[in-house]
């Protein structure tokens, strides 16, 4: 098919046929992962800039190990290490990485749309990371590979996200994904943690964990943002574990082959239990194992691919 996306932005961008179009790329890269010599030399000379201004393990480490895989020049730059921290702006600072030439910068920033704002001002393509409490576009994508991988289908699977949705940007880019792929998702989370009109983006708002996890084929559990909030929404950990953990007993109500998923990082122990995290439905791993292939799929399509063309 034609892919005529520049940037990769957010779901928001995406059709359910440019969705597939983009998991089915992933898993043509997937088995370059598995080789003993792990490199192709799809994107040799091509130049990719990870700007991260937020600390992350998964997503920056899988970004530069797809760009080398793919064989590019990979340059990463943390948010302490850039000019910001001297007062240049973050525009600035993309322009004066952008007269260096590169063909992709890959950026996670806190503030929401910091990518869209970039995307318009250069002429490389942009690939979001993470913004704000906006859009993680990669994270779905990955999520959405694991979950076909193990269900096969993922049109008419019910999908549970449980836990602190308000700061998550991984919720978000999710629900679109998923809806557009034809699951049916649900919501739960502490009334603290809910933003208003959550129903406008397409999902089930319920009221409590059983409800959300009754033959459920998809648990994905999210972590209590605290690095994001402002103030203290829930009395306590513990009692949060006891209301909106998922544990053992718990996870009986969802369907017995259900899956169980987690963006990273767990807090073990509070919105999952050690012996799910550990257990045999968890595909965890999974996730950070298709996260590479899928980066490579991004990258490799925001490069030129061989059916691209400009937006």
Request: proline share 4%; with cysteine.
């Amino acid at each position: 098919m034609n892919f005529p996306h520049r940037h990769v932005l957010g779901i928001k961008q995406f059709n359910a046929e440019e969705l597939n179009f983009i998991l089915d790329t992933a898993e043509s890269f997937k088995e370059i992962n598995t080789r003993k010599i792990k490199k192709v030399p799809t994107l040799r000379g091509r130049t990719i800039i990870n700007l991260f201004f937020e600390a992350s393990t998964r997503t920056r480490t899988s970004f530069e190990i797809a760009g080398k895989r793919l064989s590019a020049d990979t340059v990463n730059i943390s948010g302490s290490s850039s000019s910001v921290v001297k007062g240049e702006t973050l525009e600035d600072t993309a322009r004066n990485i952008e007269a260096m030439h590169p063909d992709i910068i890959v950026m996670r920033h806190g503030a929401s749309g910091a990518s869209d704002y970039l995307a318009t001002r250069l002429d490389c393509a942009v690939v979001n990371a993470g913004d704000g409490t906006h859009e993680h576009p990669s994270q779905a994508l990955l999520d959405a590979l694991t979950i076909r991988q193990h269900k096969g289908e993922i049109a008419g699977l019910k999908v549970a996200i449980i836990g602190d949705i308000t700061h998550s940007r991984v919720v978000r880019s999710n629900i679109d994904c998923l809806n557009k792929l034809g699951a049916d998702v649900r919501i739960c989370g502490p009334k603290t943690m809910l933003p208003p009109g959550l129903e406008r983006l397409g999902c089930r708002l319920v009221s409590n964990l059983a409800e959300a996890l009754t033959d459920a084929d998809v648990v994905m559990m999210l972590r209590i943002q605290r690095e994001r909030q402002g103030k203290t929404l829930i009395p306590s950990l513990r009692e949060y574990s006891r209301y909106f953990g998922l544990n053992e007993n718990n996870l009986k109500l969802a369907k017995p082959d259900a899956i169980v998923m987690h963006p990273g990082p767990m807090n073990r122990g509070v919105e999952i239990s050690t012996a799910v995290a550990d257990g045999s439905q968890n595909v965890i791993l999974d996730q950070v194992e298709n996260g590479v292939a899928v980066r490579m799929a991004l990258l490799y399509l925001a490069a030129g691919g061989e059916t691209q063309s400009e937006d």
